[in-house]
């Protein structure tokens, strides 16, 4: 791997970085971010093909952006991932469309990508079913089913009230006075202290929530799976072949 690709990756990794902790306290990707990798991975991709003197490496390029801009298109309108979360996996296709070393789905580095992302949010509630397990703990003080308790161990966990921000959403509201698990979040535009104060009035010390962890921090964990180990989910297929 020569050195102008390993600059890349680290300037990627970085990108990746900081758009994930803006994520994290803002929830909000700046255009910057995509914007930033696209013009390094364009610039990158004209020099290869003056050093070259082969439009190759442009067009490839150009034809990843594209390709990673309708799939990223088509699953913001399937409602599956935010705006901006497309716009930063059009940018890894122009920053690095392929990588040499590693098994990639169909060849393209940002497919992969995704490709681990997706694999890492279905771990996910795994992980948090694992941390309640481990804590002994279950909303045992919610009137709901228990079907709707235990689906809500793979989703939430107990929070203390005076914790609660705009980090976490509220998987539990009150019907007729009784305290109940709700496994649809609804509008994630609530006001946070308002809700807060709700709870203190009515003297909760502790609610079920779920972290809102937007789908860049699977992103970002994915790229470098993708890097160093590739894709995880043709590995397991190659497997079965």
């Given at each position: 791997m020569d050195l102008l690709i390993s600059l890349k990756i680290i300037f990627g990794g970085f990108i990746l970085f900081h758009a994930s902790y803006l994520d994290?306290?803002?929830?909000?990707?700046?255009?910057?971010h995509w914007i930033a990798l696209s013009l390094v991975g364009l610039a990158y991709s004209v020099y290869m093909s003056f050093l070259y003197n082969s439009i190759k490496p442009l067009l490839i390029t150009g034809?990843?952006?594209?390709?990673m801009f309708g799939l990223a298109l088509l699953l913001f309108y399937l409602g599956l991932f935010g705006g901006g979360d497309g716009k930063i996996l059009m940018g890894i296709g122009a920053l690095l469309p392929s990588l040499p070393g590693r098994e990639y789905a169909f060849g393209l580095f940002p497919m992969s990508v995704l490709d681990n992302a997706l694999i890492i949010s279905v771990l996910i509630p795994v992980f948090i079913l694992m941390y309640n397990l481990a804590k002994r703990d279950f909303p045992k003080e919610h009137d709901s089913s228990k079907v709707k308790?235990?689906?809500?161990?793979?989703?939430?966990?107990?929070?203390?009230?005076?914790?609660?921000?705009?980090k976490f959403y509220p998987l539990e509201e009150f019907k007729d006075g009784d305290r109940t698990i709700r496994l649809f979040i609804g509008n994630l535009d609530f006001d946070v202290a308002k809700y807060?104060?709700?709870?203190?009035?009515?003297?909760?010390?502790?609610?079920?929530?779920?972290?809102?962890?937007?789908?860049i921090v699977p992103?970002?964990?994915?790229?470098?799976?993708?890097?160093f180990f590739g894709d995880i989910m043709l590995k397991i297929v190659m497997n079965f072949i």
């Open positions: 994290i306290k803002k929830r909000e990707i700046e255009e910057w034809a990843v952006f594209l390709l308790k235990i689906i809500s161990m793979f989703i939430g966990y107990r929070l203390k009230t005076e914790n609660l921000s705009d807060k104060e709700d709870l203190m009035a009515k003297k909760i010390d502790t609610l079920w929530a779920t972290p809102g962890l937007p789908f992103i970002t964990i994915g790229y470098f799976i993708a890097i």
